[in-house]
């Protein structure tokens, strides 16, 4: 009997030891978020797309619009530059663009836009009715505000990502101000099953 109680308690501890200490991200951890579960919008290529689609992959989910002036172009490069840090590893990555001005960005706009910063990056778009419920389903804050000139209106919005593990689980909120640095090291820790 005492060899069997010693048994179960030696066997338990063994077990105790062999689970993973907690990770601690650089970013806003996410993990077991309520929000952020589905995106159905179509890509630049004309394909209909969905949070799915990238399984496998670590996918950060940016939104923004074409024509933003500072924020969206500085993410979108910040973006690529993680891309170059994480060397081979970027192949297990996928960046999506969603846009907030779908009146503006066309399919042919976000193709032109969206690869320049890497050939592998994706815009989305859709229907007003689409993109407010991607923005509602993400708490992703966008407002149309008239501005004098020939743009005659910016969007105020978020201007965070979004990072999923290659399992499909919202896990990071990246916000614009991140280094290149932290982010990669998170998305590294994502990639390795953490």
């Known amino acids: 009997m ?13 077990l105790l030891s062999c689970k993973r200490p907690p990770v601690t991200f ?32 670590a996918t950060v989910v940016f939104f923004g619009y074409t024509s933003c002036p500072d924020i969206c ?3 979108l490069a910040k973006l690529a530059d993680v891309m170059k840090a994480l060397g081979g590893d970027a192949e297990r990555v996928q960046v999506l663009f969603v846009t907030v001005d779908p009146e503006r960005d066309s399919a042919e706009r976000l193709k032109a836009f969206v690869p320049w910063f890497h050939p592998t990056f994706l815009g989305l778009r859709g229907d007003a009715a689409q993109t407010r419920a991607a923005t509602e389903e993400f708490r992703v804050f966008a407002a149309r505000k008239p501005v004098e000139g020939e743009l005659g209106y910016v969007i105020d ?24 640095d932290d982010i990669t090291a998170d998305i590294r820790l994502l990639l390795q099953g953490n």
């Open 2 to 14: 005492i060899n069997r109680r010693l048994f179960l308690a030696l066997s338990m501890a063994a």
């Open 73 to 75: 172009p500085t993410m």
């Open 26 to 57: 650089r970013n806003t951890d996410l993990t077991g978020a309520t929000f952020g579960r589905q995106l159905a919008l179509v890509d630049h290529h004309g394909q209909s797309r969905s949070l799915t689609d990238f399984q496998g992959k």
């Open 157 to 180: 919005h978020s201007t965070g990502a979004y990072v999923f593990d290659p399992a499909g689980r919202l896990r990071l909120y990246v916000k614009d101000t991140s280094s290149v």
